[in-house]
């Protein structure tokens, strides 16, 4: 159990770290960036307390946020995504999350996608909605939301695959 | 009382997200509405550190681009001062530095970011610096932006590519004033409004900045009109213009503090009432 607590430990800060060094300054053909931060709200224990994740999500976000002088808007996006968690389990994983039983080390790649797939579209159109903060541009904060989701979904899952085997 | 208490507790997820949200909500609309976002920004301990660390390992990549910028630099100075021996011509000689009333100060850019439509950056210089809020920054090439938060070792800049910041700009050639804004779409360009539509403008011609505000002296570079159209009301010309600095690759800073700032401000507000 402690080992567990420290590796989403190690995680949250690593994933910050490079989201915050790196990632936040890649800026490929001019704006796309990906958010690699959330991969830890991805992989965060099922069983876990969800107001747990609610807390340390926001406290994700609002770091990100401070590093990236944007307000709240990773804080925002971050907490929503956490908060539709269960939702996108239950979409993409069905019986299996009723079971409690998903180790996202051993889950088809398929549904790991989808998983993925929904939740950064849904971080990503929150995020950019609000750091936009303007309806007439929609199609700026749409344009951005496909790119970037693009570019952080590639990322998430190429991560994901690459560290879960490595425990094997 | 206990129906309260089993609302509340049913619905402990709900409130407690909705609580978070209101929070990040506030916070953004603070920050899209001020100039200054008080609470959550770059200028403090924590994120100063951690980007100078990485900071100083990445700042050998730049080396030669700062070398090339830095002899360009000597070239242009070197070039003024031999040409202004031989003939003393004062209308090209920017006086107000000769005089010292500005204060100049390096520092080095911790953190750039131009990709956002909101855009700051962090530099490694503050309050133990003496650098105060609304100090000018700018490059060796043109104008960059206005300190906007400051801890005891690091600043924020409001970069001139943000929707929040405007700033006084004239064209060089015939002192027609306009704001410089930003519309958020290339980092390359930002554009200048309400120019009177009497102003001979031309593609090609140079702008800077017009002096009348206390934080940046008259005469520094802006950049090139790349084109330009007449207002919806067909009163003012909004002039596209293509900045000298690129914002995209910045090092090395200057931080312009004019002396007579406390003077100027006192006697604006002793006008005022």
Not at chain 1, 104 to 115: A, C, D, K, M, Q
Not at chain 2, 111 to 134: A, F, M, P, Q
Not at chain 2, 174 to 197: E, R, Y
């Amino acid at each position: 159990m402690n080992n567990v607590a420290v590796t989403h430990i190690v995680r949250f800060i690593v994933l910050l770290l490079v989201q915050v060094v790196v990632c936040n300054h890649i800026n490929f053909l001019g704006y796309i960036n990906p958010y690699i931060y959330i991969i830890f709200i991805f992989l965060f224990p099922i069983r876990e307390n969800r107001l747990a994740l609610l807390l340390i999500s926001f406290l994700l976000g609002m770091l990100v946020d401070m590093f990236s002088d944007s307000g709240g808007v990773h804080a925002a996006a971050a907490l929503c995504l956490a908060y539709a968690r269960p939702i996108l389990l239950k979409t993409s994983f069905g019986m299996l999350y009723e079971h409690h039983s998903i180790k996202f080390s051993n889950t088809e790649v398929g549904r790991l996608i989808t998983y993925i797939t929904f939740g950064t579209i849904l971080h990503h159109f929150i995020l950019f909605s609000l750091e936009i903060f303007n309806i007439s541009n929609i199609l700026l904060i749409l344009k951005k939301t496909l790119f970037s989701s693009i570019s952080t979904i590639i990322l998430s899952v190429l991560i994901i695959i690459l560290f879960s085997r490595n425990k094997k | 009382m206990q129906q309260i208490f089993n609302f509340v507790i049913k619905n402990k997820t709900f409130l407690l997200f909705l609580l978070l949200f209101s929070i990040a909500l506030a916070l953004t609309i603070q920050s899209h509405s001020y100039h200054r976002s008080k609470f959550i920004n770059s200028a403090n301990g924590l994120t100063g550190g951690i980007y100078g660390t990485f900071n100083s390992a990445g700042q050998y990549f730049n080396l030669k681009d700062e070398n090339a910028i830095l002899a360009e630099e000597n070239k242009f100075l070197r070039e003024q001062l031999l040409n202004s021996i031989s003939t003393k011509d004062s209308s090209y000689v920017d006086t107000s530095y000769s005089k010292g009333k500005y204060r100049i100060s390096t520092a080095q850019v911790y953190k750039n970011s131009y990709s956002l439509t909101n855009n700051y950056l962090t530099i490694n210089k503050g309050k133990n610096d003496s650098i105060k809020e609304d100090f000018g920054v700018i490059t060796s090439k043109g104008i960059l932006g206005i300190i906007n938060n400051t801890s005891n070792n690091y600043s924020t800049v409001l970069s001139i590519l943000n929707k929040k910041s405007s700033i006084n700009a004239m064209l060089k050639s015939t002192d027609h004033m306009g704001s410089l804004k930003w519309n958020g779409d290339s980092p390359h360009f930002a554009q200048l409004d309400d120019v009177s539509k009497f102003a001979p403008v031309k593609v090609g011609d140079t702008i800077i900045t017009g002096g009348q505000s206390v934080i940046f002296p008259k005469g520094i570079n802006i950049g090139v009109i790349e084109s330009f159209e007449t207002d919806i009301g067909g009163d003012t010309y909004t002039i596209q213009v293509k900045l000298f600095n690129d914002m995209t690759n910045v090092g090395t800073v200057y931080i312009l503090e004019n002396r007579d700032r406390a003077e100027i401000k006192m006697l604006e507000n002793s006008t005022n009432e």
